[in-house]
Protein backbone atom coordinates (compact mmCIF):
# COMPACT_ATOMS: atom_id res chain seq x y z
CA UNK A 1 0.00 0.00 0.00
CA UNK A 2 1.30 3.26 -0.78
CA UNK A 3 1.18 6.76 0.58
CA UNK A 4 1.69 10.07 -0.46
CA UNK A 5 2.82 13.29 1.33
CA UNK A 6 4.60 16.14 1.86
CA UNK A 7 7.84 15.81 2.84
CA UNK A 8 9.62 16.86 6.00
CA UNK A 9 13.23 17.47 7.42
CA UNK A 10 13.51 13.96 8.48
CA UNK A 11 12.92 12.61 4.95
CA UNK A 12 16.16 13.89 3.57
CA UNK A 13 18.48 11.24 3.61
CA UNK A 14 15.56 9.22 2.00
CA UNK A 15 15.47 12.20 -0.85
CA UNK A 16 18.99 11.74 -0.90
CA UNK A 17 19.07 7.97 -1.76
CA UNK A 18 16.34 7.89 -3.88
CA UNK A 19 17.65 10.93 -6.06
CA UNK A 20 21.27 9.02 -5.99
CA UNK A 21 19.06 5.66 -7.53
CA UNK A 22 17.34 7.60 -10.13
CA UNK A 23 19.99 10.18 -11.02
CA UNK A 24 23.41 8.46 -10.36
CA UNK A 25 25.12 11.04 -12.91
CA UNK A 26 24.92 13.90 -10.60
CA UNK A 27 27.60 13.87 -8.00
CA UNK A 28 27.41 15.34 -4.62
CA UNK A 29 23.59 14.99 -4.78
CA UNK A 30 23.54 15.36 -0.43
CA UNK A 31 25.16 18.83 -1.64
CA UNK A 32 23.12 19.41 -4.29
CA UNK A 33 19.85 18.96 -2.10
CA UNK A 34 20.86 20.50 0.80
CA UNK A 35 21.54 23.86 -1.88
CA UNK A 36 18.41 23.60 -4.00
CA UNK A 37 16.01 22.80 -1.14
CA UNK A 38 17.16 24.00 2.41
CA UNK A 39 19.64 26.76 1.18
CA UNK A 40 17.07 28.14 -1.04
CA UNK A 41 16.28 31.86 0.53
CA UNK A 42 12.45 30.72 -0.21
CA UNK A 43 12.37 27.67 1.85
CA UNK A 44 13.73 26.30 4.93
CA UNK A 45 12.27 23.18 4.36
CA UNK A 46 11.05 20.14 2.70
CA UNK A 47 7.11 21.01 2.29
CA UNK A 48 7.31 21.57 -1.20
CA UNK A 49 8.89 18.70 -2.13
CA UNK A 50 5.69 15.28 -2.34
CA UNK A 51 6.70 11.90 -2.11
CA UNK A 52 4.82 8.73 -2.60
CA UNK A 53 5.95 6.05 0.16
CA UNK A 54 5.03 2.33 -0.24
CA UNK A 55 6.92 0.37 3.30
CA UNK A 56 8.84 3.82 4.23
CA UNK A 57 10.95 3.76 1.08
CA UNK A 58 10.46 6.27 -1.34
CA UNK A 59 9.57 5.08 -5.05
CA UNK A 60 8.17 8.25 -6.51
CA UNK A 61 8.99 12.13 -5.97
CA UNK A 62 8.11 15.83 -6.97
CA UNK A 63 10.17 18.76 -6.28
CA UNK A 64 8.36 21.88 -6.39
CA UNK A 65 11.05 24.21 -5.94
CA UNK A 66 9.79 27.44 -4.67
CA UNK A 67 10.54 30.91 -6.02
CA UNK A 68 9.08 33.97 -6.24
CA UNK A 69 7.68 35.56 -8.93
CA UNK A 70 6.15 39.59 -9.83
CA UNK A 71 3.47 41.22 -11.95
CA UNK A 72 2.41 44.16 -11.56
CA UNK A 73 5.04 44.39 -9.06
CA UNK A 74 3.23 42.64 -6.89
CA UNK A 75 5.34 39.72 -5.45
CA UNK A 76 3.56 36.10 -5.25
CA UNK A 77 5.43 32.74 -3.97
CA UNK A 78 5.43 30.72 -7.11
CA UNK A 79 6.57 26.96 -7.33
CA UNK A 80 8.64 25.49 -9.88
CA UNK A 81 8.08 21.82 -10.68
CA UNK A 82 11.08 19.67 -11.17
CA UNK A 83 12.46 16.24 -10.82
CA UNK A 84 9.23 14.54 -11.18
CA UNK A 85 10.21 10.88 -11.32
CA UNK A 86 8.71 7.31 -10.18
CA UNK A 87 11.13 4.84 -9.52
CA UNK A 88 10.83 1.96 -12.43
CA UNK A 89 9.75 -1.10 -11.04
CA UNK A 90 6.19 1.00 -9.81
CA UNK A 91 5.40 2.60 -12.70
CA UNK A 92 1.77 1.53 -14.43
CA UNK A 93 0.17 2.26 -10.76
CA UNK A 94 -0.73 5.91 -11.17
CA UNK A 95 1.46 6.63 -8.97
CA UNK A 96 2.46 9.46 -11.51
CA UNK A 97 -1.09 10.34 -11.33
CA UNK A 98 -1.53 10.49 -7.60
CA UNK A 99 1.92 13.13 -7.37
CA UNK A 100 1.03 15.24 -9.85
CA UNK A 101 -3.00 15.73 -8.24
CA UNK A 102 -0.79 16.94 -5.41
CA UNK A 103 1.85 19.50 -6.74
CA UNK A 104 -0.88 20.63 -9.68
CA UNK A 105 -3.36 21.95 -6.56
CA UNK A 106 -0.66 24.26 -5.44
CA UNK A 107 -1.19 27.94 -6.28
CA UNK A 108 1.37 28.88 -8.72
CA UNK A 109 2.98 26.09 -10.14
CA UNK A 110 5.22 26.39 -12.92
CA UNK A 111 7.06 23.86 -15.24
CA UNK A 112 8.60 23.26 -18.02
CA UNK A 113 11.07 20.42 -19.92
CA UNK A 114 8.59 17.73 -19.12
CA UNK A 115 8.11 14.59 -21.51
CA UNK A 116 5.67 14.66 -23.55
CA UNK A 117 3.49 12.31 -21.82
CA UNK A 118 3.86 13.93 -18.19
CA UNK A 119 2.92 17.83 -20.06
CA UNK A 120 -0.51 16.29 -21.39
CA UNK A 121 -1.31 14.85 -17.93
CA UNK A 122 -0.44 17.68 -16.42
CA UNK A 123 -2.65 19.52 -18.84
CA UNK A 124 -5.42 17.67 -18.34
CA UNK A 125 -5.60 18.73 -14.26
CA UNK A 126 -5.76 21.58 -15.17
CA UNK A 127 -1.76 23.58 -16.54
CA UNK A 128 -1.85 25.66 -19.36
CA UNK A 129 0.83 26.79 -21.36
CA UNK A 130 1.42 29.68 -20.89
CA UNK A 131 4.52 30.35 -23.45
CA UNK A 132 8.06 29.08 -23.98
CA UNK A 133 11.45 29.31 -23.33
CA UNK A 134 14.10 29.44 -26.50
CA UNK A 135 17.77 28.56 -26.71
CA UNK A 136 20.13 30.32 -28.66
CA UNK A 137 23.71 30.53 -30.39
CA UNK A 138 25.95 32.60 -32.06
CA UNK A 139 29.69 32.03 -33.12
CA UNK A 140 31.49 34.93 -31.39
CA UNK A 141 32.74 35.92 -34.66
CA UNK A 142 33.73 34.64 -38.22
CA UNK A 143 37.17 34.29 -36.84
CA UNK A 144 36.35 31.77 -34.31
CA UNK A 145 33.95 30.02 -36.85
CA UNK A 146 37.48 29.24 -38.45
CA UNK A 147 39.48 28.21 -35.22
CA UNK A 148 36.48 26.09 -34.42
CA UNK A 149 36.92 23.80 -37.17
CA UNK A 150 40.74 24.33 -36.92
CA UNK A 151 40.52 23.34 -32.62
CA UNK A 152 37.86 20.41 -33.64
CA UNK A 153 40.14 18.86 -36.67
CA UNK A 154 43.69 19.17 -34.66
CA UNK A 155 41.60 17.63 -31.16
CA UNK A 156 43.30 20.67 -29.54
CA UNK A 157 42.80 20.82 -25.97
CA UNK A 158 40.72 23.20 -24.16
CA UNK A 159 41.82 25.33 -21.34
CA UNK A 160 39.82 24.68 -17.73
CA UNK A 161 37.00 26.85 -17.40
CA UNK A 162 38.16 27.95 -14.09
CA UNK A 163 41.05 29.87 -15.87
CA UNK A 164 38.98 32.66 -17.24
CA UNK A 165 39.79 35.94 -15.41
CA UNK A 166 36.72 38.12 -15.86
CA UNK A 167 37.35 42.05 -16.09
CA UNK A 168 36.12 44.30 -12.67
CA UNK A 169 34.87 46.80 -15.19
CA UNK A 170 33.42 46.62 -18.99
CA UNK A 171 34.01 49.86 -20.91
CA UNK A 172 33.67 49.26 -24.30
CA UNK A 173 34.04 53.26 -25.37
CA UNK A 174 33.08 52.44 -29.06
CA UNK A 175 29.76 51.15 -28.36
CA UNK A 176 27.18 54.26 -26.32
CA UNK A 177 27.00 53.66 -22.72
CA UNK A 178 28.74 50.33 -22.51
CA UNK A 179 29.56 50.56 -18.78
CA UNK A 180 29.42 47.73 -16.52
CA UNK A 181 30.45 46.73 -13.50
CA UNK A 182 31.52 42.78 -11.89
CA UNK A 183 28.72 42.35 -8.66
CA UNK A 184 31.04 40.38 -6.28
CA UNK A 185 29.12 41.58 -3.36
CA UNK A 186 25.21 41.16 -3.19
CA UNK A 187 25.32 44.19 -1.76
CA UNK A 188 26.44 46.68 -4.42
CA UNK A 189 23.73 45.33 -6.72
CA UNK A 190 21.08 48.06 -7.46
CA UNK A 191 17.66 46.88 -7.43
CA UNK A 192 15.03 49.93 -6.59
CA UNK A 193 11.32 48.16 -7.47
CA UNK A 194 10.32 44.09 -7.85
CA UNK A 195 10.46 44.65 -11.39
CA UNK A 196 12.29 45.66 -14.52
CA UNK A 197 8.92 45.97 -16.78
CA UNK A 198 5.98 45.66 -14.39
CA UNK A 199 3.50 44.59 -17.79
CA UNK A 200 5.06 41.23 -17.74
CA UNK A 201 5.00 37.99 -15.53
CA UNK A 202 9.00 37.91 -14.19
CA UNK A 203 9.91 35.58 -12.17
CA UNK A 204 11.83 37.31 -9.29
CA UNK A 205 15.73 39.27 -9.16
CA UNK A 206 15.83 40.11 -5.71
CA UNK A 207 19.35 40.49 -3.70
CA UNK A 208 18.15 37.02 -1.71
CA UNK A 209 18.02 35.08 -5.21
CA UNK A 210 20.95 36.72 -6.96
CA UNK A 211 22.98 35.62 -3.86
CA UNK A 212 21.62 32.17 -3.19
CA UNK A 213 21.67 31.39 -7.34
CA UNK A 214 24.94 33.20 -8.59
CA UNK A 215 27.16 34.00 -5.32
CA UNK A 216 26.84 30.80 -3.52
CA UNK A 217 30.25 29.23 -5.27
CA UNK A 218 33.31 31.82 -5.66
CA UNK A 219 34.57 32.43 -9.35
CA UNK A 220 31.52 30.35 -11.04
CA UNK A 221 29.27 33.09 -12.18
CA UNK A 222 30.02 36.64 -13.05
CA UNK A 223 27.23 39.24 -12.43
CA UNK A 224 27.49 42.76 -14.39
CA UNK A 225 25.11 45.52 -13.77
CA UNK A 226 24.97 49.08 -16.07
CA UNK A 227 26.49 51.86 -13.97
CA UNK A 228 23.78 53.66 -15.74
CA UNK A 229 20.23 54.38 -13.90
CA UNK A 230 17.97 56.65 -11.63
CA UNK A 231 16.76 56.17 -9.05
CA UNK A 232 13.32 54.93 -10.17
CA UNK A 233 14.07 52.03 -12.08
CA UNK A 234 16.35 49.05 -12.03
CA UNK A 235 19.68 48.90 -13.97
CA UNK A 236 20.13 46.44 -16.59
CA UNK A 237 22.42 43.35 -15.42
CA UNK A 238 23.09 40.08 -17.03
CA UNK A 239 25.44 37.30 -15.81
CA UNK A 240 27.56 34.89 -17.83
CA UNK A 241 29.84 31.54 -17.02
CA UNK A 242 32.01 29.81 -19.50
CA UNK A 243 30.72 26.59 -20.43
CA UNK A 244 31.82 23.83 -22.68
CA UNK A 245 29.99 22.87 -25.97
CA UNK A 246 30.49 20.82 -28.83
CA UNK A 247 33.85 20.39 -27.49
CA UNK A 248 35.14 23.78 -27.11
CA UNK A 249 34.85 26.88 -24.26
CA UNK A 250 31.83 29.41 -24.85
CA UNK A 251 30.26 31.86 -22.68
CA UNK A 252 26.78 31.40 -21.62
CA UNK A 253 24.73 34.44 -20.81
CA UNK A 254 22.73 32.44 -18.16
CA UNK A 255 20.54 35.72 -16.90
CA UNK A 256 19.65 39.15 -18.09
CA UNK A 257 17.15 41.81 -17.25
CA UNK A 258 16.31 45.18 -19.10
CA UNK A 259 13.71 47.83 -19.72
CA UNK A 260 11.54 45.96 -22.85
CA UNK A 261 11.03 49.99 -23.31
CA UNK A 262 14.16 50.49 -24.01
CA UNK A 263 15.47 47.60 -26.36
CA UNK A 264 18.55 49.71 -26.66
CA UNK A 265 19.48 48.14 -23.07
CA UNK A 266 19.22 44.71 -24.56
CA UNK A 267 21.56 45.30 -27.78
CA UNK A 268 24.10 47.18 -25.17
CA UNK A 269 23.94 43.69 -23.27
CA UNK A 270 24.70 41.82 -26.70
CA UNK A 271 27.61 43.73 -27.74
CA UNK A 272 29.04 43.83 -23.83
CA UNK A 273 28.63 40.07 -23.71
CA UNK A 274 29.93 39.69 -27.54
CA UNK A 275 33.16 41.88 -26.66
CA UNK A 276 33.76 39.99 -23.39
CA UNK A 277 33.87 36.45 -25.09
CA UNK A 278 35.95 37.82 -27.94
CA UNK A 279 38.58 39.34 -24.96
CA UNK A 280 38.25 35.90 -23.29
CA UNK A 281 38.75 34.23 -26.84
CA UNK A 282 35.86 31.86 -26.49
CA UNK A 283 34.36 30.57 -29.00
CA UNK A 284 30.53 31.20 -29.07
CA UNK A 285 27.44 32.36 -27.08
CA UNK A 286 24.64 30.92 -25.66
CA UNK A 287 21.42 32.07 -24.08
CA UNK A 288 18.32 31.78 -23.78
CA UNK A 289 14.36 33.73 -23.93
CA UNK A 290 10.85 33.52 -23.54
CA UNK A 291 9.91 37.19 -24.86
CA UNK A 292 8.84 37.76 -28.39
CA UNK A 293 11.04 41.16 -27.85
CA UNK A 294 13.87 39.41 -26.67
CA UNK A 295 14.06 36.68 -29.45
CA UNK A 296 13.89 39.31 -32.62
CA UNK A 297 16.69 41.34 -31.08
CA UNK A 298 18.81 38.16 -30.61
CA UNK A 299 17.90 36.78 -34.34
CA UNK A 300 18.52 40.26 -35.73
CA UNK A 301 22.36 39.60 -33.86
CA UNK A 302 22.49 36.47 -35.92
CA UNK A 303 21.58 33.99 -33.09
CA UNK A 304 20.58 30.73 -33.93
CA UNK A 305 17.55 29.08 -32.46
CA UNK A 306 18.69 25.57 -31.19
CA UNK A 307 15.47 24.37 -29.44
CA UNK A 308 12.69 25.39 -27.43
CA UNK A 309 10.61 24.24 -24.28
CA UNK A 310 7.10 24.96 -23.61
CA UNK A 311 6.48 26.52 -20.07
CA UNK A 312 3.14 26.02 -18.23
CA UNK A 313 1.58 26.87 -15.09
CA UNK A 314 -1.64 26.67 -12.81
CA UNK A 315 -1.51 30.67 -12.43
CA UNK A 316 -4.05 32.07 -14.37
CA UNK A 317 -6.42 30.36 -12.07
CA UNK A 318 -5.33 32.74 -9.19
CA UNK A 319 -3.55 35.94 -11.35
CA UNK A 320 -6.33 38.78 -12.66
CA UNK A 321 -5.61 39.70 -15.83
CA UNK A 322 -7.36 42.57 -16.93
CA UNK A 323 -8.65 42.17 -21.20
CA UNK A 324 -5.68 44.45 -22.11
CA UNK A 325 -3.52 41.96 -20.54
CA UNK A 326 -4.04 38.91 -22.33
CA UNK A 327 -0.74 38.92 -24.34
CA UNK A 328 0.92 39.27 -20.70
CA UNK A 329 4.39 37.34 -21.59
CA UNK A 330 6.54 35.82 -18.80
CA UNK A 331 10.44 35.93 -18.58
CA UNK A 332 12.78 33.56 -17.25
CA UNK A 333 16.26 32.11 -18.17
CA UNK A 334 18.59 28.99 -17.93
CA UNK A 335 18.51 30.65 -14.47
CA UNK A 336 15.39 29.69 -13.27
CA UNK A 337 16.05 25.95 -13.37
CA UNK A 338 19.21 23.51 -13.22
CA UNK A 339 18.93 23.18 -17.21
CA UNK A 340 22.41 24.54 -17.66
CA UNK A 341 23.95 21.88 -15.13
CA UNK A 342 23.66 19.47 -18.30
CA UNK A 343 24.78 21.39 -21.47
CA UNK A 344 26.95 21.04 -23.83
CA UNK A 345 27.63 17.54 -22.14
CA UNK A 346 26.65 14.09 -21.81
CA UNK A 347 27.17 14.79 -17.37
CA UNK A 348 25.92 17.00 -14.89
CA UNK A 349 28.37 19.81 -13.95
CA UNK A 350 27.11 21.55 -10.77
CA UNK A 351 30.98 22.11 -9.18
Known amino acids: MVNYRNAHIGDFEKIVLFNEKI ?9 YLKYRLLDNPNSNSLESVYICLNDDKIVGQSITLPEKFAFKNKIYPGY ?12 KFGIGIGLAKLFIKKDYYFGMNASTNALKLQQKLGCKIIGELNFFYKPTSYYHIVKFLFHRFFKIKNPS ?3 YNFPDQLNFSHYENQNFRLITNIDD ?3 NTPQ ?4 IIETLRDKDFMSWRFLHKKNRYYIYQSTIHTDQNNPSFFVVRPVRWK ?5 MLVDYRYDLNNPSELQTIINSVTKLSEKLNLFAIITSSSLTACNNILFNNNFKKLSSTSVFSTFSKHITIEPSDTNTEFQLSYADSDAEYYFGTNKFVYD
Open 196 to 199: WNEE
Open 161 to 163: LHQ
Open 189 to 191: FVI
Open 247 to 251: AVNCL
Open 80 to 91: WGQDYFVDEEYR
Open 23 to 31: FPFIPSQSE
